[in-house]
Nanobody
């Protein structure tokens, strides 16, 4: 059973920064693509960023240049550094692990950006 535990969310003013972390259980972490998604009230969950086993990254257009995904395989942890935060970044952020057709999710962490 895969467990993903996010941390690092909180309340921040516009223009500020936060760093989210996601710790994954299991011994074979390095081979899987990890993702960060977010879901704002009354909106669908959307991909924010992903990072593959070869450290290739992909970002939503809305966060390019502001957010950076990284991973430390020795710690089974993936990160999302969020800079220049905007009120529209307010959402619950979820970590994901992609094992072929199956996707595992964390419980989410709230990020609130005040104007």
């Amino acid at each position: 059973q895969v467990q993903l535990v996010e941390s690092g969310g909180g309340l921040v003013q516009a223009g500020g920064s936060l760093r989210l972390s996601c710790a994954a259980s299991g011994s074979i972490f390095s081979i899987y693509t990890m993702g960060w998604y977010r879901q704002a009230p009354v909106k669908q969950r959307e991909l924010v960023a992903s990072i593959t086993s070869t450290l290739m990254t992909n970002y939503a257009d809305s966060v390019k240049g502001r957010f950076t995904a990284s991973r430390t395989n020795a710690k089974n942890t993936v990160y999302l550094q969020m800079n220049s935060l905007k009120p529209e970044d307010t959402a619950v952020y979820y970590c994901s692990q992609h094992r072929g057709p199956r996707v595992y999710w964390g419980q989410g962490t709230q990020v609130t950006v005040s104007s």
